[in-house]
């Protein structure tokens, strides 16, 4: 699943190269859990934690049913 989500996480990544973020893949759980880093400007950004559900994890739970939630680490 963790090769999944790496492509899922290439289509979003220009949308966020674009405003000067990233993000980077940090665990897939067995559960369905997705780890991730935002980096750049996202990383500080008011709006990370909406970028997180409504733009990665929708994303990923469009293409990948069996994901259950994306949760940021810093």
């Given amino acids: ?6 492509q899922v996480l290439d ?3 220009p949308g ?4 000067g973020g990233d993000v980077q893949l940090v665990e897939v ?4 859990i997705v780890r991730v880093e935002l980096q750049g400007s996202c990383k500080g ?6 970028t997180v559900k ?7 739970k469009e293409q990948i049913p069996e ?4 949760q940021a680490v810093n």
């Fill in 1 to 6: 699943m963790k090769d999944k989500v790496e």
């Fill in 11 to 13: 289509q979003v990544r």
């Fill in 16 to 19: 966020l190269q674009s405003d």
């Fill in 29 to 32: 759980t067995e559960d369905g």
């Fill in 45 to 50: 950004c008011p709006f990370s934690q909406l």
């Fill in 54 to 60: 409504n733009y990665i994890e929708k994303a990923l």
């Fill in 67 to 70: 994901i259950k939630e994306v």
